[in-house]
């Protein structure tokens, strides 16, 4: 009886602690992701919530919102951390160019060769360059926090053909997001870039109004593409799968500096998580792919500087086009190089 009573008063103790520390929170961040629980971005934000809370002692609470409760799409959401009403929201770099065209510079072919560089890239000062960028395109309202991953590497994938080389691409009708630069990569490539909004590509695969498609192999097998006739994947790792993890400025500016500390290093955590998900997911994927029948082909370097040379195009286009692409694409590509030096001489030191 004695020790029922312990246990009862224990646990009521236990339940009136975490209420408190619910009732004591100072500051509430609402973060949202327009995906699912099986998603990089949700890995992210669970590493990012159990961060914050328990580094500012219960001082912050954060409320985590996945799939579109608050808001459906990138212009929806991004408005909502303008105003207020959201304080956290991951988009892709599609998701965000009608607001922030140049970020869609993440989605040039070709430029960031490796893992290694791509995080690299993304640690460093490209990422504040870009913050800087938004902050004051957006009247100080929108902060760019960090660029984690989500997905790993766009691949082109097909019904139709192995493709080795460009030349592999012509004539193929291959998907793309409603933005000009994914479509004038495939234009570039010899293939006709046909939009397709993401609920409806399964069906557009087995119809033939698509015939392929440029994504990670996550979501590839998430979505069950083979089933519709995707069988062919090509490696040609030509972008890196970037996510944009955006802050009300206002709400993180009024947070006092120790608690500012607490969710920059709450966001360093998050993308650490997003960099590792997908490397291991990825493992899976791709033998369920290859175990279902996939054709899955990695191009030798010849064969993918083929690409990088038919694809060069879309530089010129993109700083031409997009404002303040010059002054992106000088940023990545200076990064880039940064990145280069910095990883192939650790890579040197580590052979000795």
Same mark, same amino acid.
């Given at each position: 009886m ?6 009862? /008063?224990?646990?009521?103790?236990l ?7 619910? /009732? ?11 995906s699912?629980?099986?998603? $990089?971005d949700?890995?992210?934000? /669970? =590493?990012?919530?159990?961060? /914050? ?6 001082? #912050? ?9 608050? +808001?459906?799409?990138?212009?929806? +959401?991004?408005?909502?951390?303008? *105003?207020?009403?959201?304080?956290v929201? #991951?988009?892709?770099s ?5 607001? !922030? ?12 060769a ?25 009247? *100080? %309202? ?13 691949? !082109? %994938? ?18 793309t ?31 033939? =109004?698509? $015939?392929?498609?440029?994504?990670? #192999?996550t ?40 608690m ?6 709450g ?15 990825? #493992?899976?994927?791709y033998?369920? !792919? ?14 993918? *500087? ?11 286009? !993109? ?21 280069? %030096? *910095?990883?192939?001489?650790a890579?040197?030191a580590?052979?000795?």
């Amino acid at each position: 009886m004695i020790m029922k009573l312990a246990k009862t /008063v224990a646990l009521s103790a236990l339940v009136a602690g975490s209420a408190l520390t619910a /009732v004591a929170a100072d500051y509430t961040i609402r973060a949202t992701a327009n995906s699912n629980e099986n998603d $990089e971005d949700y890995d992210g934000l /669970v =590493v990012f919530k159990n961060y /914050v809370e328990s580094a500012s002692n219960g001082a #912050i609470e954060v409320e985590l919102f996945i799939g579109t409760q608050l +808001c459906s799409n990138g212009a929806e +959401c991004l408005q909502g951390v303008a *105003d207020g009403s959201i304080d956290v929201y #991951i988009s892709t770099s599609g998701g965000a160019s009608g607001l !922030f065209p140049y970020v869609q510079v993440l989605d040039l072919p070709y430029l960031m060769a490796d893992d290694r560089i791509a995080e690299h890239v993304l640690s460093g000062d490209f990422t504040r360059k870009m913050r800087a960028m938004a902050l004051e395109d957006s009247g *100080d %309202a929108i902060r760019l926090m960090t660029i984690g991953n989500t997905g790993g590497w766009r691949n !082109f %994938a097909n019904t139709q053909r192995r493709v080795a080389a460009p030349a592999d691409m012509a004539g193929l009708k291959i998907r793309t997001v409603v933005a000009d630069l994914p479509q004038e990569l495939v234009k570039a490539l010899g293939a006709s870039p046909t939009p397709i909004p993401w609920p409806e590509l399964f069906t557009s695969f087995q119809t033939g =109004v698509v $015939e392929g498609s440029k994504n990670g #192999i996550t979501d590839i097998m998430g979505m069950k593409f083979p089933d519709a006739g995707l069988q062919y994947v090509t490696l040609d790792g030509h972008a890196y799968m970037g996510a944009l993890w955006w802050m009300s400025n206002q709400k993180f500016m009024a947070m006092p500096e120790d608690m500012r500390r607490v969710v920059v290093d709450g966001f360093y955590a998050l993308q650490q998580a997003t960099f590792a998900s997908p490397k291991r997911k990825s #493992i899976q994927a791709y033998e369920d !792919f290859v175990a279902g029948g996939g054709d899955l082909y990695v191009p030798t370097p010849a064969e993918k *500087d083929a690409f990088k040379q038919a694809a060069s195009p879309v530089y010129d286009w !993109f700083k031409s086009n997009v404002a303040r692409g010059d002054e992106v694409f000088t940023a990545l590509t200076d990064a880039v190089a940064a990145a280069e %030096a *910095d990883v192939n001489g650790a890579r040197d030191a580590d052979l000795n």
